[in-house]
């Protein structure tokens, strides 16, 4: 079936530093989304790309989707401890033919050293 | 407030037994989900409805049930049928369920067995 991977599955940054997580479905996307899930906590939304090639920024965040939509990328400059956490990307499963389920990535986890 | 409401936030099992996780919410969402988290684990789709009186299954939906006769409520019961039902699970919701909308989700329910 679909499956959408990410890597690094664990990074370690001194707060200052850049930060980047890939994503990388089987098939191609129709959109795809990124949440952010504190420690202890759940995931919330941050953003969607849904056209090829398309870069969306959030003050440190920049968020791009591929120009095939089969991977996107989140990278945050100057990382902050405020931004630890697992960052998740999240597509709809066009391979099992239910556009209404979003599989999950298996996520980054974020660790900043101050 | 509006928003996804989970309880309990901590469940504990006994062998043999069935447990119910309750989600509530009040953004009247049509579409509901159930995902598990697994620790260091990306969030996988247990069951999931788009109408009421109706639900499909995801991708791990053995051992677990499902009903959703209101709107605003989708309970998950975890059966004996599930061996491994230790995990942290999360209730989640969206306007219609296209795929396309960005989920929100309750603060969690932690199941873990005695």
């Known amino acids: 079936g679909q499956q959408v991977m990410q890597i690094p599955q664990y990074q370690h940054v001194q707060e200052g530093e850049d930060f980047t997580t890939y994503c990388n479905s089987s098939?191609?996307?129709?959109?795809i989304q990124w949440y952010k899930q504190r420690p202890g906590g759940h995931p919330v939304f941050l953003i969607q790309?849904?056209?090829?090639?398309e870069v969306k920024k959030q003050k440190r965040l920049t968020f791009q989707f591929g120009e095939a939509k089969k991977n996107s990328s989140l990278h945050i400059t100057a990382t902050q401890t405020t931004d630890v956490g697992t960052y998740f990307c999240a597509g709809p499963d066009l391979e099992g033919g239910a556009t209404n389920k979003l599989i999950f990535g298996t996520g980054t986890l974020l660790a900043v050293q101050p | 407030d509006g928003g996804i409401t989970q309880s309990p936030k901590y469940l504990f099992r006994k062998e043999g037994q069935n447990v119910t996780l309750s989600c509530e919410q009040n953004l009247n969402h049509d579409a509901m989900y159930w995902y598990r988290q697994d620790p260091g684990q990306g969030l996988r789709l247990i069951y999931y409805s788009q109408i009421v009186n109706d639900f499909q299954k995801g991708d791990i939906a053995e051992g677990y049930s499902v009903s959703r006769e209101k709107k605003e409520s989708f309970p998950l019961t975890v059966t004996s049928a599930q061996k491994n039902p230790t995990a942290f699970y999360l209730c989640?919701?969206?306007?219609?369920?296209?795929?396309?909308?960005?989920?929100?989700f309750g603060s969690g329910t932690q199941l873990s067995v005695l």
């Open positions: 989640a919701s969206s306007i219609e369920g296209t795929g396309f909308e960005k989920l929100f």
């Open positions: 790309l849904v056209k090829s090639g």
């Open positions: 098939t191609t996307l129709s959109n």
